[in-house]
């Protein structure tokens, strides 16, 4: 589990520390975009370097998202 956005929402997943940006990027989207849930995932080379997932699946915000990332 990577650390929580700014505003709290849990983040789940793992990436290359070679792209801790992405992380920042993703986990700034729930804090300043007000995002839900989200998942992504980044391959480069036929190698998995991102696979993020956090947020809720509900906007009430009481089931944590559940998609894969």
């Known amino acids: 589990m990577l ?4 505003d709290g929402t849990p983040i789940g997943g793992t990436r ?3 792209f801790a940006a ?5 986990a700034a989207n729930f804090a300043e975009r007000r995002e839900v ?11 998995t370097v991102v696979a993020l ?10 089931r944590r ?3 894969e990332s």
């Not at 650390?3 to 700014?6: F, L, T």
């Not at 992405?22 to 993703?26: I, K, L, R, S, Y």
């Open 3 to 6: 650390a929580p956005s700014p």
């Open 37 to 47: 849930g989200a998942a992504v995932r980044v391959v480069v080379g036929g190698r």
């Open 22 to 26: 992405v992380g920042e990027a993703f």
């Open 65 to 67: 998202w559940a998609g």
């Open 53 to 62: 997932r956090g947020g809720w699946d509900d906007s009430r915000r009481a």
């Open 16 to 18: 290359d520390p070679r």
